[in-house]
Each structure stands twice: as C-alpha cells, then as structure tokens.
C-alpha cells in the first residue's frame, strides 16, 4: 500500500488514487507529426530508479499530481501540480539489496 | 544418464551417488558463436532449440543470478492457447504442441498437467467476445468449448452459483489447458542443452554489450567481456534496462504481478478458473497448494514485491469466485517484473543492431510461451530473420501503430 | 514420551477443567491450555505424519514455528486444515482430527512409502512418470494428487464474518516479548503514540517462561507491571493474539487479530479474524527467535522436542513432557530446560553439550548433580512412535553409550525471526559471531529491531536494544522524549554456542520435518548442481510447507556450506515472503463477499422497475431493466413486443446509468475541440451533437452527446460503462495538457435522471407530460435541447433519438425521476405506452447501425466506423495524430457493415467470425466477426453488425457474400454483407 503525499489533500492511502502512467515525455505539439506521436504514445524510458509519473486523486480532490517516485524502494520523494518542475533526488535512496 | 524409473531404481542401490550434475559448471571460453543473455526460461529454451533445431552448439547461456530465478520461477504455471487474433493464436499453440511432448523430448517430467483452463463469464456481452476468441481457437484447429453454466457447474462446483454479485453465466473452457511444474521447466531445458554441449554460466552478469559499427561483437562481464558472433536477450523484467545498454528504447514498461499459494490441501480444485468480474485465476498444484493471483499492481516497478492494496483485492476476488477459500489459508505471496508492452502482445525479432536479437515483453504471458518463445528465437538468431511464427512480433509495430492488443486496452499496461 | 500434568503453570488453571476430543477420544484439559499442552498432559505423543513418509510425528515446538503437530481442528463448516495445535487455544467442546493418515493415526497404511523410500528422494518425480506418455494423465497424476497436500478443506460456506479495520500510529511494536514490552514502553514515555501488537494470548515473551528474573523478581511479575502501565495508557494500544503478517511500503502492516479463534464460535456481531491496516511512521521489529532443532538420525521421533518447547510446557502450562528427559544442546540455553525440569522433579538423565568445553552452564549443572557429557550429541533414539532411548555420539572419538529417556529436548541454537525487516527487500546477513543471518538495516530507521529478533540472547540486552529500539523509533516518527533506564536483569555471563548443523551419522535425519527433506536430500541437491540456496529449497521442497522453513533453514544453510565448503555467508537466504504465518484468505476480504464483493448502483427508478416486472441485468456496478416481462413470456418474446410497441406507437426507457458531466468556463467550446475528434466551437447554444472521442492511439475511447446549455456551459453524456474514465480523462486534459484553459467539470450522473421517450406518439406524449415545453417540430428540432421548468422541477428535454424513432430524453433532478416517470406514463396510456428495456434498447440501435460497446471495444478507429468525416481535418485533438498515422490507412482494417442471412430464418450469432466462402477456414483466413445481433421484428429476420475487411462491396447490385462461421456451435451461415443501418435509411422517422 502506497501512501501518496497529495498537494492538496495531504498523505493519503494509494487505494484513492488511479495511475496514468509516466510523466517524463510531454504530448508532442505537432498534430500532423505520427512519428511523434508514435514515439510519445508506446515508448517509455522505463527506468530503474527514480520515475516522474502522473496519479489521479480519483476518490478525493479529484486532481491530477505529479509524484516523483522510485521503481525499486517504492519511496517518494516529492509530489505537486502537473506543471510543476520537480527536481530528481539524484542518488538512489539507501535500501540495500532491494527487488533482486 | 537417462532419467527413468530404472535409472531411479539403480541410483537407489547406491544412495544415489552416482547422479551427475544436471547441468555443468563450465571454464568459459574467450568466444561463442551465439551468447544468450538471460538463463530463465526463455533464454535456456532458446539455447536448447539452437542446438537441437539448428545444430549450434556453441552456445553460452548468461545469468546474471541462478537459472530460472527470474518469471519463470515465480509464475503461477498455467499454459493455454486461447488467444483471438492471428498474430497469437498459433504461435500460443505451436508452445502448447511442444508442451505436450515436453516431458519425453527433455527427459525431464515438468508434469504438464491438462486438465483445462476455464474462463468465466458474467454478461452476454462477455459471452460474445469469448465467442469470438473460442471460434478463433476451433478455426485455428484448437480446442474450445463455450459452456453455459450448467456445464461451468459440471466442470468447476465450487463456484459461487447462489449468492454472486456477478452472477456465473458460463465460460470458455480450454480442455488442454493446464499447469506445468514451472521450476522444472527452466532445469529440463537446462539439462537437456547442456547434454548438446550448451554451456550455462550462473552469477555472471552482463554489464554492457560490445558493439562495433552498428553490429554487436559480445559482451562485457564482470569476469572480462566475451565475443559472439550473435547475441540474443531474453531478459524478460529487465528488457528495457538491458536494450538500453545497445540504445535501444522499448515499448516497455515493468509493473508487478503479484502470485499466491495456500497451505497444502487434498484435491479442492481440478483445472484452472479465473473469475470474469475482476481479475483473479486459481489452479491446484500437484503438490496440493491453491495457487492464484489477480491483476497488476498498476504502477511502475522493478521490486519484486507486491502491495497490500492489490493483495487485499485479489484475496477479495478469490472469494467472490471460489466462496469455500475462506478459511483456507494463505502460505506465501510474492511478485514478478512484467515486461508490459503496450499492446500485451511480445517482442521477438532483429534489432537496429546487426546481430543482436531481442525477446521480451512477455507481459504476464511469458510462462506459457517458454517453448514456442525459444523454438522462434532460436530460429530468429539463427536464421537472421524471424520465423513465421514471430513474424508479426516486431519493435516496428509500435512504429506504426499495427499493435496486437487483444484487449483493446491501449496502451495502458495496467489496464490490460 | 509419556506427558503428565505436574503442576499448576503461568497460564493454566487445572481447577476448570475443559473437555475436548482429539482423533475421537475424550479427553480432559485445563483451562489456559492449548490443544498441544492438554494433549501432551493427557500422555499424547502421536500428533500426525508426515507429508511424503508418513513418519509417525509428534510436537516439536511451542510456538507458530510448529511444523508436525498439525490437525484438522473443529468440523463441518467451520474445519480448519493444519492447524498448529500449539496455536490452538483450548475451549470447551473442541473438536480436532489428526490428518493425512488412513485408516488411522497409529496404523497408517501410507507409512509403506517408507518402503519405498530409497526412491523417493528429492525431485525423484522429475526423473520417473514419463513412459508410456499417456500413463501421466490417467494414472501417474492422479494418484500423485491423491497423495497430495496434508489437510481437506471445507467446502461448505463459511458461517463467520472477517473485518477490514485501520489504525494510525506514531511507533508500531511487534512482540509482546521484554524486548517488544520494553520498546513500546519506552517509546510510549518518550510520547509516542504506539500500537504493540503480540502473536500469543500472553505478554512476555520467553522470559517469564524461562523462570528468569527482573528487578529481583519473577519475570511475570515485571511483565504484568508493564501491561498494566501500558494498558493504562490513552496512546498506547496493545493487541494480543495478533500476528504482524507483513510490511508493506511506506510504513503500512497487515496485522491479523484472531479475536475469536480461542472460542467455540465467535459471540454475536463479532468477527472471527480482524485485518488490520496499521499505518506507522516507525516499526521495531521484537519477534524474537525459532530455535532449531538437532539434525541426527531419527530427530523426527515422536518424543524428539525443542528442548524450549519442554520448558515453555511446564513453566506455562505446568505440563512435563516425560518422567526420564535427555537434553541435547549446542548452546546454553537449553541448560534453562534442565533447571526447570529438575525443579518439577523430572529427571534430567544426561544433558549432550555438542561444546568440547561447554563453559560455565555446565559446571552449573554439574554442581546441581547433572551428568554433562561434554562434546557429544545424539546420533540416534530408539523407538518409532515414541522414544526409549538415545545414542550419544562421542562428536570427537566417535564413541558413545545408548541412554534410556522417554523423552529427547534438543536444541541447535536460535535462528532470529528477520523475516519482517526482510518483506521490503533488506535481505539479512550472516553473522559469524552470532552464528545466525541478523536483520541488515538503516541504522535511521524506519524498521528497528531489538532482542532475539537482533540475535540478542541475554534478557538484560534484549532489554536494552528494546529500550533503545523504542526511542529511536519514536524520534524517527518526530517524539524525542526520554525513558526510564531498564531494571536489572540477568545479563550474558555464558559460553559462545556451537554450529552442529548436522550429526556425523548414518540414518535418516530430518532437516524440514514436514516435507520430509533429509540431509541426504540436500546432498543430492548439491550433487546434481541444485547448488545455490533457492536451487536446493526448490528441488528438494525444504522450507515450502506451512512453517516455510522457520525452523528448517538455517540447519539447510548450515549443511549445504558445509557440502559446499564456504560459510553460511556466501549460501545466503531464500526470499522471506509474507505472511508470517498463514492466513485465512478471508481475513483480507473482510466484509467484501457475496453480494457485497462490489457495490451496486441502482437507478432512482429503480424501484418501480422492480414492482412492474422487471429483469434486471449488470451493467458494470449498475442494475438495468433488460425486459419488463409478463407471466409467461418469455424474454425473446418480451424484447419483440417492447420494439413493436415503441416503433409502432411509444415507449419509454430508463437512460439513468449513462454517464453525465456538467462543462463549464470561457474556453470550454475550445476544449471540446481539443477532447473530442469532432468539432464543437460553433454548436449553437440549444442544441446537441454527437460526440466521437478518441484515445491518444487514435482508437475510439467513447461516445455520447455534447448539448450546449450556454455560451460557456455544457452537458456531456457518456457510455455507461466509461462514466468515470471519460471525467478522469477529461480532468487530465485540462490539469495536466491544457492548464491554461480557463474550464471546470463535475459528474452529474446521479444528480439528473433521465429517460427517453421514444416512438411516433413521444411528442403527443411529452406536450400533454410538460405543458412548460414547447416540443412542436419547429420549436425542438431534431437535436435541441431545451431547459426549464416544469411544476417548479428543473427540466431538461433533449431532442435526440437511439431507436432512430421520434424521441426524447428528459432530465430531471434525481429524485424527482419517478414521479417524471408516473407523468409520462400517465400521458402516455392512451397511446399505448410502455416501458422497455435494455434488451428492446440493443435491437433498436442494432436495426439503426448504431455502434456501441461491441464496436466501441478498443480496437477500432473512427474510420472503421464510417466516421472518418467527422473528424476535424485543421487543429490538434487527442489522438488525432495516431488517427491518421501508418496502421490507420491499411486497406484491409475490419469496417462496420450489416449482415443480414441469406436465407431469412437462419440465426446469427454474435462472436461469429467472417470468412470468405471461397477460401480455407482458418483464422489467418478471417475476414473480421460479427459484433453484436439480434432478431429484427422490423425485418423480419436476424440481423447484425460486424467489422469486415474490405466492408460493404457490392458487386453490381449483388451483395458481397459472406460465410459467418461459428464453429463452437459448428454454424456456417450464408451471410449477405448489407448497409448497417436496416431501419429508416434516410432518418425521415427522426426528423419527424
């Protein structure tokens, strides 16, 4: 169980929220662009480590947020609105031999 | 030494001390015609079908942990071929084929176990895209019955029938659906390559691929780097870590599945049923634990361990399908990486790199592909191009948009 | 072994007797007992078998770590497979059986396995049942899954509820042991608020069990003082009986209260089990330890117990396992054991200290006139249900003496219970010191351990670390405080143990008890390359019974380093997985089950359908009227006259469920254009568009209409199934792609009820129902919406139509939809009006070519449904770009036709794939399928859509033929390929 730092809610259970996915490619602009568009839709960075992605505080505020989160140790670094610039830890947290 | 009920008699004259090893422990050598990177159990089908359908033998099989630690050890063993569309349904039952003579052709009994995979439906709605998938299986020469539920009665008793919030209204039954002994598979596959002269390295990580002018040449190791004249990855839930090592970026992303096991029970259930109103199958092992799980955790994660909020919703589920598991006890759970791809179909095939092959994003189907995965890939190495089987598997589908989403799901991997 | 009661215990009241019944006999316990201590008091010592053998065995342990003594307890619907007897509280009335075992318990016909049994080494399946091929199904796997699995589940519904319930605390503490005790405590002094949760009935631990002293008295004594401090305090919560199952991130653990396991049944409005959802900023981890057993020869025999598990008996319960005991040990602890045995007055015949010099314990002992053979252990007992003897094994010389017993207490040191600190992916590490794998954690918490749990044996350190533990743990949650020091206790003053993993003797030596893995199997193992640790543990099944290896693994590690030549170190650990023990899988369902597995949604006319006759079907969590039918009819039957009475005159309909959202803001018309695949910036205010929206894939998400109510205000209907992902999709868009639109949006689906008024006569109908409205042809075109009052009612009349009749949909606020209902079908009786159904609804929009969910289901595009022109050619949307890029201009994707038979009285079906009639009948031949169908009273015959490469071809006025195969029911039916709308092609019914 997640427990997700909502900007507006405050720490709330994941059960409460719905995912969306990766937040680290943004919508290509160019509507006649298909590569791009592509590209943007099915390919992912997929990172082991620190992840931007997008949750949807469905059974609370109703808000999307952007939660910086890390693959392996599951902890949160930082959480806010779509349009805000959240930096990435740059070191991996320390949890030892985590997920092998 | 050949396994056998005479073998076994004799071994147990002398203590059964005279067993060699199942598979050996090599010196490696400086170069191999073929490297597969990954020793689950697509990475050692591959191995052993290079051998046996291509007559490459100088092969070495890289694992970065112990063979078959990875999906194929964590997996809830069901096999099936009850796919919809033409890109799936044969290769599924070409794997299905080859499980069927598995056990004789490895001399290694995986018990593949047929005793039928049952899919439950709840709406007319259900029913007619259940049609469809079964009509896809009897035209591709499968078997396939849509029973009502009188027949899912028959078939599965222990079904809420009475009290369902979503009432049982039938399924799509595979009769040669089933389970197989998953650890087993990965130690058949390895014994069986080993004795054609495969070699299998255990606790040697590849940490980066040799490439040379758009073409790979081999891979660095911790204990040096080895040259190929070809390499193959089959490193299902790390796929896109491992492609990113030839700058190669993936449809791909890695979520959790989480699987579970009861105590041991006399026969409770006999085939493989899995609930249409939610997300949850339970099968029987020969062993006699209960063996279920459900659907993904939902979000991105290489951890290997499942949350509790997806966990309270598979056991949620369970009772809803199968109410006599109330009481009955949960042993264990645990979780694999899925290589979600982006339509829930895999990748098998050429790379922009000349001589590197990619098999991957097995989704939550990979278990069940194992032998049809290494029959392709075996082919696709060897021959530089897929077979016809994995023609359609490609990378370049993402490129265009010619997805294989049998779901409809998009691409959302946690919705598919 | 020859239990007897020999005195009053900790937790036991000889004074109230309990009756209970084991394998059929009556038998006589005493209040505080479990089913292990009674049934060792009663003389007991057969228990069960074992799985692949069929070993007679009797108790081991004491504790959760029981891996024979496993019954089925209590009978009919309430039966509990493997259940731990030492686990089972006794009650009045208890019922258990011995398992796995026929005809009886003594005489087990199965035990000729162990004839058997030089076959049925590890993995020994692998290598056999494979010829002749067809023998693995018909007889090999049957009777291997016959032979499977120890205990029968009960199939019959199970009469108890589970509950779901939440805690939030500053300092979770895990074990009610000194160290646990201690920690939360402290933590509690220091301010925190804590939550102590503890496994067993009793706060304690080992200690009081142990008959040590704190604070120069009775360990009890401090324990009780504790409680009672504890207990008195607001912040602190102390759940007994309660296990710790497992760690999940970010602080949550799964505890599972057994609140009425200890009784008969569970007391009126009570659960049998309570899951809690504990949320903790800081966890410390006291769980104590598992002590291991001795690996020799025969150290299965009934009779053969952890050498604590004797103490715990008769300082807890005051039972004594024998009259003559020989204790076995590689460490001091066990010499407790034969202090306290002496203190009963049992004799201790002979104490085996594997140590060549066991230190101080021993002169101890010695001076308490104990025979002490130093450096020695057993290589064997005799005896086969029960023991008489022992072989000690001089470990140095080899030689020995045979020594009579009837019972044999060993133990191999204690194996830290890490698997806590290990469910969030730390693995433990070895300790050469300690001899045992120790917890391997951040120093800065969140998770502390503290006690045996740390590999910490002596009581004053464990009180120390738990002191220490709680303070940590309470300023990792942001409580610094301070506690009051520990009292004196008894601190280490002993010698190092010794690892023994394995006795240097011939004969079959147990390593997991329950699934019958020797030391030879784990040699075997290593001999055929079965080598690292989770190789050995699959191949051989060691430590994946019920204990899941608790007191089987580090034995296993033990003696495969020693195969292997390395330390423990370099074998390591198999994964620790929750839960910790197992769980009742409804536990975790809680009160989730049966009809409340789901919520369900009910229309606000919900009512009036059920009193009229209706057939209600699931839609998704919704309930829908699919027919409104009359005795004797039957639903084809039903459906047909629904149609005919709303195509011939008028009908209305419950549209409710479809999903509903309120648009408002300046921009919103600009962000319909960015949502939506077709346009909306110039829909006039008073009229309703249909809406196509497209997934970012460029595949079609969902559909509904669009009514502009205002310049900046909209009213959107969705699919019914789609209500929830349409609004978080349209909050995506506007939160995260377009911020900077100046829009708001809400749900209204249960604010509006709605429903539809269809059929010729739906006007005369609606102008007598809502005299407000004006609905002439001319004042409410086809596609107008309407706003208003009606009998001081907020109403809402919208001009649209999916039975491609005259028709109407009126809203009005939620619970005012059936006295709307009542009016309309009171306005509607001279007319002949009806209600109708979901079903009558499918055929309708079937007759029009209307797509719905069978078409709508993810794999088609706009232009697959003819329509391609409705998409905006100028301007971005979502998905446009993949809605026009490669795939989407393949030639032969599937589009939507009509499909009607050739011969008129053939039926099709839905599920049906379409194949050329001139080709193979394969899937690779497959030309598309048949999405949705049903018989037309309008046609006259079946009729139905389908998506079909090449679509609608007619060839010179010829229909294109296709065969609509479904082989499930072997049906091939001629079929002609036709427009897909089979009623009122030029719409004149609509504009009417």
Redesign the interface.
Known sequence: MLRIPCPCCGLRDETEFTYNGSAEAPRPTDPEDGAAAAAYVYFRANPRGWHAEYWHHAQGCRRWIKVIRHTVTHEIAASGWPDEDLPMPEAAPNTGKAGR | MR???F???RA??N???S???????HALRDRYRVIVVGGGGHGLATAYYLAKNHNITDVLVLER?????GNV?RNTTIIRSNYML?AN??FYEHSLKLWE?L??DL????????RGVLNLY??D?Q??????R???M???GVD???LDVDGVRKYAP?L?FD?????VQGGLLQPRGGTV?H??VA??YARAADRLGVHIA?TCEVTGLVIEGGRVAGVETPHGRILADKVGLAVAG?T??VAQMAGI??????HLLTAFV???????IDGVVTFG??HFYLS??????LVFGGDLD????????G???E??HV??????MV????????????AGRMDMT?DGSPIICTTPVENLFLNGGWCYGGFKATPASGWCFAHTIAAGEPHPLNRDFTIER??????I?E????????LQ | MSGFRASTGLFTDPRRPIGFRFDGHAYQGAAGDTLASALIANGVSLFGRSFKYHRPRGLLSLGSDEPNALVELRSGARTEPNSRAPMVELYEGLVARSQNRWPSLRFDVQAANQLAGPMLVAGFYYKTFMWPRSFWKSVYEPMIRRAAGLGRATLAPDPDTYEQAHLHTDVLVVGGGVAGLMAAASAAAAGARVVLAEETAHLGGRAPLDGEEIDGAAAQTWVDAIAAQLAADDKVRVLTRTTVAGLYDHGVARAIERVADHLAEPPAGQPRQRAWTIRAEAIVVAAGGHERPLVFPDNDRPGVMLASAARSLLTGYGVAVGRHCVIATTNDDAYLTAYRLVDAGVEVAAILDARPEPGPEAARAAAIGLRVLPGTAPAGVVGSKSVRAVDALELASGGGERIACDALLVSGGWTPAVHLTTHLGRAPVWSDTLAAFVPDLPKDGPIFVAGTAAGTLALSDCMTEGRRAGLDAAARAGVSGTAPPRPPAKALEGAPPVALWQVPARGKAFVDFQNDVTAKDLALAQRENYASIEHTKRYTTLGMATDQGKTSAVNAIGIVAGLRGVSPAEVGTTTFRPPYTPVAVATFAGHAVGKHHAPTRRSGLHDWHARHGATFVEAGQWLRPQIYGKPGESMFDATMREVRQVRSAVGLCDVSTLGKIDLFGPDAATFLNLLYANAFAKLPVGKVRYGLMLREDGHVFDDGTVSRLAEDRFFITTTTANAGPVLAHMEYAHEVLWPELDVAMCTATEQWCSIAVAGPKSREVLAKALPAFDVSADALPFMGVREGVQDGVATRVFRISFSGELAYEVAVPWGHGEALWTRLLAAGEPFGIIPYGTEALGVMRIEKGHPAGPELNGHTMAQDLGMARLMKTSGDFIGRAMAHHRAAHDPDRPVLVGLKPRQRDQRLRAGAHLLDPDAPKTLETSLGWVSSCQYSPECGHWIALGLLKGGRRDDGGVPRRVVAAYPLKNEWVDVLVVDPCFVDPDGSRLHA
């Open positions: 396994y056998s009920v073998s076994l008699a147990a004259l203590g059964h001390k067993w060699p090893q199942a598979w050996r422990d942990g112990y063979i078959g630690g050890g033409p349904e044969p003579g056990a004789q001399n290694f009994n995986m018990m593949v176990s047929q709840h709406s709605s029913r007619d895209a259940f049609a469809r079964g009509n896809a009897r035209l591709c396939a019955e849509l222990l809420d009290n369902a919030r979503f009432p002994r650890d087993a130690w058949g255990q790390n896109s870590l970026e993936l449809p791909i992303e890695t009861s105590e041991g029970l006399k026969p409770f109103a939610g029987q092992s020969d062993k006699g634990g939902g979000y991105n994660s290489y951890s290997q361990r949350g509790l909020a966990i309270d056991l949620t589920a369970g009772i809803a109410p006599a598991m109330s009481r009955v006890r949960m042993l264990r759970h645990w982006m993402f490129r265009t948009g010619r997805v989403d779901k409809g799901a998009g691409p959302r991997p946690w």
